[in-house]
């Protein structure tokens, strides 16, 4: 066996002694600067996918969630967990949380507004813009599909307590929710009016409206409307 000099004997102890100490004021800094338990602290690990207090982007596939009617955000968060809408990292998160919980959340990104993004760039053809800018604002009655607006307010910033804004959306998200209705993976409750609506629209018809919505900037006051002034074009039980 190896005699260790005097030295040695020093740098050996030393050494862990030094990581020791270090590991303890890591330790004691962490426990010094201890997050708050807030809401607004807890929501910043949806940031990931919604962006910093739900803004999102408009040129990215997830939607922003800030400003939206609380009670629009509290059926989808119920949806994500009741499957259905289908998301598994949506569902992973929420599995466990109360309904009170969800409603804790669906409160705090309601009350959120901050700034909008620029309007998404689109190179989709004017005559196919045309056509969105139809179905949005006046829809298709041979189609027995109806305006956007008679739904999602006349500026489409959505109609409290329950009906979304779809203006300040990215496309790919806004065909992919067509998507999912028109396929039936995503479902609201009964009577469930989009899956209706997006039962007669054709491919063509949601790429075009999806294009215009998502090339439209957001007016000045893009709160929801308070309340419905008229009666909706076909019944909707996400709305009761």
Wanted: glycine share 6%.
């Amino acid at each position: 066996m190896p005699v260790l000099k005097p030295n040695s004997w020093c740098r050996l102890f030393t050494r862990p002694l030094i990581a020791l100490s270090a590991l303890l004021t890591i330790n004691t800094a962490c426990a010094d600067t201890r997050l708050p338990d807030t809401i607004a602290q807890r929501m910043t690990a949806c940031s990931t996918c919604h962006g910093i207090d739900g803004r999102a982007s408009s040129n990215g596939f997830y939607p922003r969630i800030a400003g939206k009617p609380e009670q629009y955000l509290l059926n989808q968060l119920r949806n994500f967990k009741n499957q259905k809408r289908h998301y598994p990292a949506m569902t992973f998160l929420l599995d466990n949380l109360s309904d009170d919980y969800l409603r804790e959340i669906a409160h705090f990104y309601a009350q959120q507004n901050p700034p909008y993004s620029p309007p998404q760039t689109v190179t989709t053809p004017a005559a196919i813009l045309e056509r969105g800018k139809a179905l949005a604002l006046s829809g298709d009655k041979s189609k027995n599909i109806p305006a956007c607006i008679a739904c999602h307010g006349k500026t489409l910033t959505g109609i409290s307590p329950s009906l979304p804004g779809l203006v300040g959306l990215p496309r790919d998200y806004l065909n992919a929710q067509f998507g999912s209705w028109k396929s039936g993976s995503r479902k609201a409750a009964a009577p469930d009016c989009m899956a209706r609506i997006t039962a007669n629209m054709s491919l063509e018809d949601i790429n075009a409206v999806s294009s215009w919505l998502a090339s439209q900037p957001v007016p000045a006051n893009s709160k929801p409307e308070p309340q419905l002034t008229s009666m909706l074009p076909l019944s909707c039980g996400s709305i009761n």
